[in-house]
């Protein structure tokens, strides 16, 4: 569970930090820089997976496509870029993991920072480009430390996650007398006995991170697991509408580009569940089912509304079709880690948006629940620009983006409001004014089921939680 993440250098991610909870969007008009956040998420957790230069090639422009140059993830300027990048998170981890042979241990402590810094070299005469990794760490936070930087939750939530304690870290840089860059993998354990594998960070073409697949070092592990959790769903409408062969494993989850939504509803043997939750988007909704089909080999997922009349998913709207990925989801008790979703409103008559807010709410873990499987340790991020999202949200979920320009570049800034716990935990940091706010909420886009005295009451509810 990502709580906090720093960024320095990356694409118009000049110098921010941003703080999470369970639930949180982030609100900006197009343009501001909200999908950059998502990018550098994105980013983090492919450099735990894959070579740095083919992490940065993933890495997407404005438009959705990939970059010509990885040099282009870097901070530009008017004549220049910055040659240099800096990321750290801090985040909450499983006490439990599982490596890559299916053997299972227990990290020994449950929150730690990650950091790392890389630098971008340009071989002018051979134009081939490098990204070097300069520095990398894996630490544990204090008890005191993490708790007291932490979103409001409960005592029962802290004792179901606050797991173990160490006094050394997991992964360090140092520098030798001659300027070379050397990065630790230290001992895995309640000490910091035993000699550290030492490599030179100058040859490394991935993260040490990376490169930990076994419980021998199971807390490094867990944050490697952790990382990989970190999911940017793009649910594309015919992998919604596609049904499932035979060939898909039994125990599958829908997949961030929305496929398996019929294996996963399969296995999960909550139809009822899932159709009730449907019916607070499309009333009509009856039933839902998962038909196999044993001479063609697959199973399809259908929708019976109210007449008798079924549907299949191919039929539905995409709209429709997004709602019931989320809502499996949700469902899903193995699905957890981090749920990165753009525009939720996309699709979505604007009477049902609260539907949708709702469901994203309540697909987070619950801060004042212990974290077990009826309450998994799943966050979600959404980011917005419409105004009827925001007048959904709770002003403790909501992290404003906005563009300000220097004389030689434009940056991204993340803002929160006052009277919140972000305000409280970061005082002396400049708050996000309520105009801000009130700029979204005053757009013209209503939904149809709002007159303007139900807008006004809801900005006279805004209005009264700063007063």
Known sequence: ?????????????GDVTVDFGPFTC????????????????????????MPIIAAANRVRDRDGKRFGSVGSIFTRYKNSSADTMELEVEFLVSDVVVDDFGRQGAPHVTHLRYRIALGYKLDETSGSE???????????IPKRDFRRNLFPHADVFWESVKGGTKTSNFISTEKEADGRAIVNIHQDSGTSRGRPERI?????????????????????????????????????????????????????????????MPATLKWLNKDAAVANRLSELIPDVAELSVEVDERRELKTLYLTNRDGIKYPAKALSD???????LAIIHADPLAGGLICLEEPENGIHPSRVRAMTNLLRDMAVD??????????????????????????????????????????????TFGFLAK?????????????????????????EVSEDRDSSTVRALLREQLALFQ
């Open 1 to 13: 569970m990502l709580t906090r993440l720093r960024v320095k250098g990356f694409k118009s991610l």
């Open 26 to 49: 982030v609100a900006g008009v197009n343009g501001a820089g909200k999908s950059n956040l998502f990018d550098v998420i994105v980013f983090l957790r492919d450099l735990v997976d």
């Open 130 to 140: 490098r990204i070097q990794l300069l520095d990398e760490a894996l630490e544990y």
């Open 200 to 260: 030179p960070a100058f040859g490394m073409e991935r993260t040490a991170l990376s490169g930990i697949n076994t419980i021998d070092r199971p807390t490094a592990l867990a944050a490697r697991r952790e990382m990989q959790s970190w999911a940017l769903l793009q649910l594309e409408p015919s992998a919604l509408r596609q049904p499932d062969d035979f060939s898909t494993p039994s125990d599958i989850h829908v997949a961030p580009s929305g496929a398996h």
């Open 319 to 325: 709209g429709t079709l997004r709602f019931l990925a």
């Open 367 to 412: 801060p004042n629940e212990a974290v077990d499987e009826h309450n998994p340790l799943r966050q979600v991020i959404i980011n917005t620009h419409s105004p009827l999202v925001v007048q959904e949200l709770k002003a403790d979920d909501l992290v404003v983006c906005q563009q300000y320009r220097q004389k030689t570049a434009t940056f991204s």
């Open 420 to 444: 919140t716990w972000r305000a409280e935990k970061m005082p002396d940091q400049k708050t996000t004014s309520l105009s801000t706010l009130l700029a979204y909420l005053n757009a013209d």
